[in-house]
Every structure is written in C-alpha cells, then in structure tokens.
C-alpha cells in the first residue's frame, strides 16, 4: 500500500485528502477505503494534529500518515504536501453597486461593497476603487464608473499584481435638476433704454455641490415694441401701459445637471 499526495495543491477551499492505493491484486489487508489516514499541519507553534475526519483545506504543510497491521507486523507510511495560496479573481467577489435610490448627483461620493464570498477564507483586506474615464477618482460626479479592487496577502490567498474588475462592476451616477427661481413681479419703464434683467431670475445646484448651468433668457412669444438681447430688455413707448412680458429662462447643462427651463 503506498500513500500519495492529491493532485490539486492549491487552495479553493476544498479538503485535500491524501490518496492510498493498493500494490496490485494481491494485496490482502483491509479494503483501501477502509484504512484511516491521519494528518498533522506545521503550524506556527509547532505540529497541529487534525480532528478526526478533518482534511487539509487551508494553506500549508502537512502531513498524512496510515498504519497497516498490527502489533510488531505494524507498517506505517507518510507523504508531505503542501497546500499552496490562491491567486484572487474576481469570481471569487460579490459587488454590489449603491442602491439606486442614492445614484443621482448630490454633491456626496457613492459606494460600491465588493466582498468575499461566502465560504471562502483567507482572503487579503480588500480595497475598493473607482474608475472614470479610465482614470481613478472620487464617485462623486455624474457619469458612468468602472469599480475594481485590489487585495493584500491574506492566509490563503496572493495579493494581487492587477486590478480585479469584470463586466458587471459597473454603475451610473445620473445628472441632477437645477431650480430656477423666477420673479413674477417685476416691471420696466418703456422709455426704450435697455434693462440688465440678468439678476431678476436664480438658479440653485444641489447643497454642496458644483455650480449650476448659466443662465439665458429669451422672449415667450411675440411683442411688438419689446426687444431682447441676452440679459438686456428693452421695451419702447409703443407698449401698452400693463402689458405682461414673459420671459423664457434656461439653466444650461452642465457635467453635473440636466438643463432646465422655467
């Protein structure tokens, strides 16, 4: 009977269990599966014998011992292996992106969990990242981000040399509304002089956030005796006195805010 190491020596989190064969057809002592294997793991402190029933899962070195016979008649025989660390992929991750309710622009970075999975062990500290454009940044920003981690040494895994990413670590922070504030109040004299109207309207981003769009203002319709020129009104004496004039003001697009008109 002979004892020999498994095939498999790296980690996947499966007991690795010594294999035993029999010489050949004459062999007339207990079946194969019959004979108990023990095993001892070099630990830190010195040999760690295993439970009974246990097998070598996590890395390191151990040994495996059987004993034939009885008595004086007594044969035993061993083999040294050792299981080797892991090198992480991104199978072996859970991702989950921000919940959906918080991808909209706020000012305020987002949150991707990239973890484990459960049952395995031994994994390195995590560190999560983020990629936009290629480049890796804060997810504070509206567009389309890539998450990728990378991971130290840990007891049964490698530290990466890469990156690890796949298709689906993916999520989208979308563009938030700017508010325009307008007056309804307002009145000009028609004396056919121009009128700064540029501080009459307001536009507000989110608290905390980038600068909203630029504000533009056209006319609402058709006056005669009524002219606009970027921010400057002017309206001729032409005008009947209490006519209503409605402008048209827009917040431009900006990285962070979808255009707006009020």
């Excluded at 008649?73 to 040294?80: E, G, I, L």
């Excluded at 609402?220 to 209503?244: F, K």
Aim: hydrophobic share 35%.
């Amino acid at each position: 009977v002979t004892i020999a190491a498994p095939a498999e020596l790296t980690y996947n989190g499966s007991g690795k269990a010594a294999v035993v064969t029999a010489s050949g057809d004459d062999w007339q002592g207990p079946a194969v599966s019959d004979i108990s294997i023990g095993y001892i793991k070099m630990g830190k402190y010195g040999p760690e014998t295993l439970e009974t029933g246990a097998l070598p899962t996590n890395v390191g070195t151990y040994t495996a011992s059987i004993t034939v016979g009885e008595g004086g008649n007594a044969k035993t025989a061993s083999v040294v292996y050792t299981i080797a660390k892991a090198a992480p992929t991104a199978s072996d991750f859970t991702f989950q992106a921000p919940a959906s309710s918080d991808l909209t622009y706020d000012g305020n970075a987002k949150t991707a969990a990239v973890k484990p999975n459960t049952g395995i062990n031994g994994m390195g500290a995590v560190t999560v990242k983020y990629f936009k454009n290629g480049a890796e940044t804060e997810p504070k920003d509206a567009g389309d981000y890539t998450v990728k981690v990378s991971v130290a040494e840990g007891a049964n895994y490698n530290a990466t040399t890469d990156d690890l990413t796949t298709d689906g670590w993916k999520f989208t922070i979308g563009k938030a509304t700017q508010t325009i504030t307008v007056p309804t109040d307002k009145t000009i004299v028609k004396d056919d002089i121009a009128e700064d109207i540029s501080d009459w309207a307001t536009v507000a981003g989110v608290t905390g956030g980038s600068n909203p769009g630029t504000l533009s203002y056209v006319l609402n319709g058709s006056y005669t005796g009524v002219a606009l020129e970027g921010n400057q009104l002017t309206v001729d004496s032409s005008v009947t006195t209490g006519t209503t004039i409605t402008i048209k003001v827009t917040a431009e697009e900006t990285g962070n805010y979808n255009k707006e008109e009020q």
